[in-house]
Every structure is written in C-alpha cells, then in structure tokens.
C-alpha cells in the first residue's frame, strides 16, 4: 500500500490488511477472497454483521468486527459533508461577514484552512474598540499552526462603515504575509468588512 497506494490495490488486498492475519495453508490475501466470495461481492461485505462473516473459517469475532468497522467508518466519511473551500477573497469575505457584521466595536478573526483550501475553521482572535482592534503576529500563526493548518486569512470589521486600511492594517498585513512564508505557511488575504461592504487589503 506504501509504494503503489490504496486505490491500486485489488479488494481482497485492502481486505487483507483489515483482517491482518490468515490461517495455516491459507494468508490474509486468500481469506479475504474467501470472504468476498461467501457475502457475493464488496458492496454485500459492506453491510455484512459480524456474525455472518465468521461463519468463513479463520474469520474470528475479531477480525470480523475490524472488518465492519472499517466499513462503517467508509460510511460515515461518505456522509459527512464536504469543507468549504477558502481560495479567493470573496470566499474570505463571505465567512468573515458572518463573524463580523452587526458589531459596535472592531473584532478580529482568524480563518485556517488546510493544504486544498478546505475550511478548518474560523477563530475570533481579538476584540476591540471603534477600528482599534490589534492584530497579533504570533497569535495568528499559533492559532493556524495548533488547528494544524497549511493556509489562512484574517479579517476585521470596520465599525464606522468606511473601507479604507489603516497604516497599521496595510504594514500588519506584510508582517503576516513574511512570517506566515518563514514558518511555512500560506497566507491568503487579509479583508476589511463593513455592514455592507468589503475590501481586501493589498
């Protein structure tokens, strides 16, 4: 599996690695053929309870409960919905304004994602008074690199409507673009939101 991946395995292969072990006469690779073969095929073993897949011999109660825990977990994976993808500045905007708008005062939040852009999440960092949030370094990369992501934003609301960044905003914001490259992380934007608006800050 380590040297060609899983996708380039057969089903009984992947299945050997579940069960682990064969019996004398017989490896893992053909008891798992085997076990296909009694359920019908692979989407039969998928919904097959323990007790139906220990009737193959060498297939004991706990081989049998890792094999459908496997497919339970496949389920469960397949179900759960799929992350955000955070890539341009609207994207950026789009989450930040849920964190953002309808505040008197100036909050600043964090937004982590991993190495395709999916949302991890979205962290408030600081809150502040009118426009006068503060936007810590340190802090910010703590935060993406605990929430173990690869790319993040940040952005902060303006209170008193208007777009226009701060000296402070334009000079933290290459403060973070520089630090995120020295720890290896991506940097994606740094936007302003309003009540209806947003900008980005080049």
Sequence with gaps: MLKVG???????????????????????????????????????LAKADPYTLTRVPGVGIAKAVRVAAAFELGRRAAEFPARRRITRSTDVAQ??????????????????????????RTVTLTEGGNDRSLLPVRDVLHTVLSSGGARFAVAHNHPSGSL????????????????????????????????TEWSRIP
């Excluded at 505040?103 to 937004?111: D, G, K, S, T, Y």
């Design 95 to 120: 989450e930040a304004t849920r964190y953002l708008r309808g505040l008197r005062h100036e909050r600043v939040v964090v937004i982590v994602c991993d190495n395709n852009g999916g949302l991890l």
């Design 164 to 195: 226009e960044p701060s000296e402070t905003d334009v000079t933290v914001t290459a403060r973070l673009r520089a630090a995120a490259e020295t720890v290896g992380l991506h940097f994606l934007d740094h936007v302003i939101v309003t009540e």
């Design 6 to 44: 899983a996708a380039n395995l057969q089903d009984r292969e992947l299945l050997a690695l579940m069960l682990g072990s064969g019996l004398p006469g017989r490896d893992a690779i053909e008891l798992g053929a085997v076990l296909i073969e009694h359920v019908g095929d692979v989407a039969a």
